[in-house]
């Protein structure tokens, strides 16, 4: 009666919340224990008996080489939802109306990212050949919101956290 769910702190933010409750509405007997940790680790988490559930993100042009490595390990990897990044700013900042916004502009910006995606390289892997050397890697969203509040940086975040 016992489920352990590792999850990283984009599932954690989006996703895990309704999980849990949906779980606690259908199986009220059971105890459901929530692991935040970072992305490489919540597999690894599920294949050493840690995790009964792991909840992760990958992008869409590796889901099928990520679901064969599962499968190798008598895993199942089922996509639950898809997200989609976005800039978050303040309401008055001057991208908060924008439709959209060229990296060359997000450049002369102090930009918050989850560290998870920089270790992954989403960002770099987006614009390839853009510096961004203003870029600051944060473990918590909770942190990136406060920098957003606070007007001292704008962000890219998955759109769900």
Same mark, same amino acid.
């Given at each position: 009666h016992n489920i352990h769910v590792a999850c990283d702190p984009a599932n954690s933010n989006?996703?895990?919340l309704d999980i849990v409750c949906q779980c606690k509405k259908l199986y009220p %007997?059971?105890? $459901?224990?929530?692991?935040e940790m970072l992305h490489g680790?919540?597999?690894? %988490?599920?294949i050493e008996g840690k995790a009964t *559930? +792991? $909840?992760s993100y990958t992008e869409d042009h590796a889901l099928a080489?990520? @679901?064969?490595y599962a499968s190798d390990l008598n #895993?199942? #990897?089922q996509p639950i939802y898809s997200d989609e990044l976005c800039v978050c700013c303040w309401p008055e900042h001057p991208y908060a109306k924008a439709k959209s916004i060229s990296f060359n502009a997000l450049s002369e910006e102090p930009v918050a990212v989850f560290e +998870?995606? #920089? @270790? @992954? +390289? *989403? *960002?770099k892997q987006v614009n390839a050949y853009q510096d961004f050397s203003n870029i600051c890697g944060f473990s918590s969203y909770e942190n *990136?919101?406060?920098a957003i509040v606070n007007k001292q940086m704008i962000a890219i975040l998955p759109k769900l956290a």
């Amino acid at each position: 009666h016992n489920i352990h769910v590792a999850c990283d702190p984009a599932n954690s933010n989006a996703a895990v919340l309704d999980i849990v409750c949906q779980c606690k509405k259908l199986y009220p %007997s059971v105890n $459901l224990h929530v692991h935040e940790m970072l992305h490489g680790e919540v597999m690894r %988490s599920v294949i050493e008996g840690k995790a009964t *559930i +792991g $909840l992760s993100y990958t992008e869409d042009h590796a889901l099928a080489r990520h @679901q064969e490595y599962a499968s190798d390990l008598n #895993l199942v #990897l089922q996509p639950i939802y898809s997200d989609e990044l976005c800039v978050c700013c303040w309401p008055e900042h001057p991208y908060a109306k924008a439709k959209s916004i060229s990296f060359n502009a997000l450049s002369e910006e102090p930009v918050a990212v989850f560290e +998870g995606f #920089l @270790q @992954q +390289g *989403i *960002i770099k892997q987006v614009n390839a050949y853009q510096d961004f050397s203003n870029i600051c890697g944060f473990s918590s969203y909770e942190n *990136i919101k406060r920098a957003i509040v606070n007007k001292q940086m704008i962000a890219i975040l998955p759109k769900l956290a």
